[in-house]
């Protein structure tokens, strides 16, 4: 089984509609992330948590928000999504106290669609 | 100016050949640095770190020269299956595990 998982994988939307998109790990890691990846920018970061009570603002978090539900989930939402934000989003984690604490670990990808 | 910059390639090279990618970046404050592979659609993956001294995984070294502000990620002996689009990858002392990563450059090994 995968160890970051996101759901749903693929989604098409229209604008205006409430989206979320949800990220579940079994790592133990204590740091999670999500990012938006577009063709000739790389990926960018929405927000970070550093643990539970830990909710940080990235570089391009405008028109989204989060919630981190357990150590173990992470969920990011569009509240009113415009055909801007169509990309593909990933999860992310890593560990704090770990050997390797820069490295990240992704989940698989969200492909979102906003018509 | 990006923080990170790449040359998005494609670079197209025969099957054995020798590639190497080259990453520049600008926030003299980075104090980590990484190479990411990406696979068409797909996560990215961690590949290796990158260290002062240079570093070597089998048919990969990756050099970082602070001076230059540039990283670079060698292939040797290259197998179809290093197609992939690499990315460069920095952290910033303080910035707790925030990276920054570069656009990537896009590999294809060809028979």
């Known amino acids: 089984d995968a160890d970051v998982t996101q759901t749903p994988r693929n989604r098409i939307t229209k604008t205006g509609k409430r989206i979320m998109l949800e990220c579940s790990q079994t790592?133990?890691?204590?740091?999670m992330y999500w990012y938006r990846q577009d063709p000739g920018l790389g990926l960018r970061l929405i927000y970070y948590?550093?643990?539970?009570?830990?909710?940080n603002k990235g570089e391009i978090s405008d028109g989204y928000s989060v919630s981190r539900q357990a150590q173990a989930k992470f969920s990011l939402s569009l509240e009113s999504a415009i055909p801007n934000q169509t990309a593909l989003y990933f999860c992310?984690?890593?560990?704090?106290?770990?050997?390797?604490?820069?490295?990240?670990?992704f989940g698989p990808g969200t492909r979102l669609t906003v018509l | 100016r990006k923080e990170v910059e790449q040359d998005p390639g494609p670079f197209n090279v025969p099957e054995g050949a020798t590639v190497a990618f080259n990453c520049t970046y600008s926030?003299?404050?980075?104090?980590?640095f990484f190479w990411y592979r990406q696979d068409c659609r797909k996560e990215p993956k961690l590949l290796m770190s990158v260290y002062s001294s240079g570093n070597e995984d089998g048919r990969f070294t990756a050099q970082l020269n602070r001076a230059s502000q540039y990283i670079s990620l060698l292939i040797r002996d290259s197998k179809l299956s290093d197609s992939a689009t690499y990315l460069c990858v920095l952290g910033v002392t303080g910035g707790g595990n925030k990276l920054t990563f570069g656009t990537g450059t896009q590999l294809k090994v060809e028979l």
């Open positions: 790592k133990g890691h204590d740091r």
């Open positions: 992310a984690t890593s560990d704090s106290g770990g050997k390797s604490y820069n490295e990240q670990f």
């Open positions: 926030n003299s404050a980075s104090q980590s």
């Open positions: 948590s550093f643990d539970v009570k830990d909710i």
